[in-house]
C-alpha cells in the first residue's frame, strides 16, 4: 500500500511553478496495476520518482511498507559515460550485493538484455532500445513489490516487446505495476486501475475504463479547444486512439456485453 | 532462456547506506577519471608532478636563490598540492549533478551524495601523492620534519574544507546559472600568483605581504611548509584564520546546499 498525505509538489518552470500535485491526500491499494494518466507535463514522470523515493514532496508524507523499485524508462536509470556493466555494478554496490550475488545479477541481465558486447561500452551509445533491454533486465534482477515502469515498452523492436510482454506477465504472478504510457491500449491490457493526474489533481479510478473515460473527456475538450493548434503529435495520437477506443466501449456497451471491467480484455 | 529468480534487495541501516552509496560513486569515479588511460593510477603522481616540472623549470632558476632552506622543487609541490587541494573540490562540484544525473534515479543516492564522493576522492588522491612526494623527498635526501604533523594536516585540511564549502556553493550556484562554470576557472587562474605558492612570502615587499595575508591560502601553505621543512622560517600566517574561513565556508554550503536539495534533486 501506498499512502499520500497532504502531498504538495510543484516544479519550476520559466514562470513560476507548474504543480504536479497540491495537497492530494490519497491511498493506492495493494495488489492493483495502476496506469497513470494525464496530458503532456502533467507530472506523470515527476510522480513516479516521487513515489521510486528519488525526489521527496514540498509539503506531506509518502508512506509505504513496500518495496518499489526505481521508474524504469529508456532515459532514466543510466549515467552515459559508465559502460552498461559499471551502471549495473553501481546497483548492485549501492545496495551492498555480495560479489556471489553481483556475479548473478549481471548474469541475468545480460542473459535478458542480449546486447552482446555493447555491454561494455558506454550507454551513451545505445539505441532506445537497447537502454530499455538493460534497464528492463536490471530491474528484473531484483524482487520488488512494485515495479514503475515510465513510457518502456513503446520503444525497442518486436523481440523485445515481445520479451517484455513475458516479463510483465511474470512480474505480475508476484507484483504489481504502476505504468505511465500514452498508448492507452497498453494500459488497458496491463491494468486494472487507474490515477488520472491534472492541475495538481490526483483521481484515482478503481476500474480503469472510468479512468480512461475521464481522461478521454478532459482531452476531448481540450482538443477542441485548441483546434488550431494541432502540431502536438503525440496527443493527437493519443486523442485519435481514444476516440476510437470510446466508440468500441460504447459499441460493446450497445450490444448489451459491456467490457468486464477489472480484468484486462485479453487480445 | 529459464525464468531469472529475482534478489530481493538487502536492508542497510542508513550509515551504512550512505557509506554503501559514497564508496559506489567513488569507484565510478575512478573508472571515469583513470579507466581510459593505461595506467590510469600513474597519472594520480604525474598530473601535479608535471605541472611542477613545467612551471619549476620557468621559475625555478630565478625562485631557487629566494628558498636557500629547501630544493625548489619540494617547496613548489608542497604548494602547488595544497592549492590543488583547494581548486580540485570547486571544479570537481561544477559537474558533479551532471555526471551523476542518471544515478540519482535510485533513491538511496542523494544528491549531496555525488558531491561527497567527489570531495573525498580528491582528498585521497591528493594524500596519495603527498605520500610519494614525501618518500621521493626523503629518498634524495631532503630533511622532512613530522614533528608537527597536527598543523601539516590541519593545514591541508582545512584548506580542502573551504575548497569543498566554496565547492557546495558553486554547484548550487551553477544549477541555476551555467555562467558560473565559465566564470570559476578565470577567477582561480590568478590563486598560483597570490597564494605564495611560487616564492615565499618573506620575499614579498611588507606592503604585499599583509595584502596576502588576507588569503587564507598563503597562511596554510606557509604553516605547511614551517612544519614539513624544519629550516623554513615564517612571520605572520596563523591557523586560526584559514581554520575560521573554513568552518564558516563550509556551513554555508551546506546550508545552501540543503535549502535547496529539492531543486537539485527534480533537476536530475
Known sequence: MIELRQVTKAYPVKHGLRYVLRDVSLLLPDRANIAILGPNG??????????????????GTIIT??????????????????????????????????????????????????????????????SSGMRARLGFGLSMAFDFDIYLIDELTSVGDAMFRQKAKAAFERIKKRASLIFVSHNLKTLKNSCESALFLRDGNADFYPMIDDGIAAYLDFINEHHTRGRANRDDTAESKTYRQARKLARRTARAAAGGQAAPSGKPPTN | MSAPIPLPLPKHSPLVSKVLVIRALMLREMATRFGKYKFGFVWLILEPLLGVLVIGLIIGTIAERSVPEIPYPFFLLNGMLILKLFTSPMNASLRALDANQGLLVYPNVKPLDPFLARFGFELLTTAFAFLVFCVVAMWLGVRLSFDNLGVLLLCYLSTWATGCGLGLIFGVTSAYYKEIDKVIPVLQRPLLFISAVLFPLSTMPTSAQSLLLYNPLVHTIELARNALFPFYKVDGPNLAYPGLIAVTVLALGLTLFHNHRNFLASRA
Open chain 1, 42 to 59: 502533467a507530472g506523470k514522470s515527476t510522480f513516479l520518482r516521487m513515489i521510486g523515493g528519488a525526489e521527496t514532496p514540498d509539503r
Open chain 1, 65 to 126: 511498507d513496500r518495496d518499489i523499485s526505481w521508474p524504469l524508462g529508456i532515459s532514466t536509470g543510466f549515467q552515459g559515460s559508465l559502460t552498461g556493466r559499471q551502471n549495473v555494478m553501481f546497483v548492485c554496490r549501492i545496495n551492498g550485493l555480495s560479489p556471489r550475488e553481483i556475479k548473478t545479477v549481471i548474469r541475468q541481465v545480460t542473459d535478458f538484455a542480449e546486447i552482446g558486447e555493447y555491454f561494455d561500452m558506454p550507454v551513451s551509445t545505445y
